[in-house]
């Protein structure tokens, strides 16, 4: 069985799918081989022929979100080809909505960190890999509409503890009304900021 087999196989998938809907619903480190092995329907040997352990699935379970988040990106920045701000501005309402949708419980990158506290874990190193990505492509935009690039960078942190924020709310209010509509105001309010002369 070759690599690339491996990738795409059916029962990989469907042990991805089972495990999907347990870490993010119950927590990694509560869900067991096990359990997951018996929601997939697969044998214990099948299972360690695609993952060699469990925190080598739980890297693959997170890069799934890594795919998604990237090609929302980037069908985001098609969408609004030339408007950055477009893009910042789609991505806050689309963060704020998620974060109110039923069934939510939270970033499952900031999830996955705090189950995972060693730094240098390869779990840890995928959730810090994708949120250098974001700040850079946050700070991509943001000079993009003219602000400077060590003020981008300030303003992109700025703006990722923004949506680091939103997440963690809708876990606990639940306003999908007013969620985006106030990740977006406060977005905006970052973006003046870093274009103000000065800043």
Known sequence: MTATTTRTSPVRSRILTAARRRFYVDGIRAVSADRLIADAEVSKMTFYRHFRSKDDLVVAYLGEFVTEERAAMAESRAAHA???AAVLRAYAERIGTLSCVEGFRGCAFLNAAAEYADPTHPVRGVVQ????????ELA???????VSAGRAER???????????????????????????????????VVRAALRPGA
């Open 155 to 189: 303003a992109a942190d700025e703006l990722q503890m923004l949506r680091d924020g939103a997440m963690v709310a809708g876990t606990l209010d639940g306003r999908p009304t007013e969620a985006a509509a106030s990740l977006v105001a406060a977005g905006e309010a």
């Open 129 to 136: 890999t994708h949120r250098a990505w974001l700040r850079g």
């Open 82 to 84: 030339g408007d950055p």
């Open 140 to 146: 991509d935009l943001l000079i993009e509409l003219g």
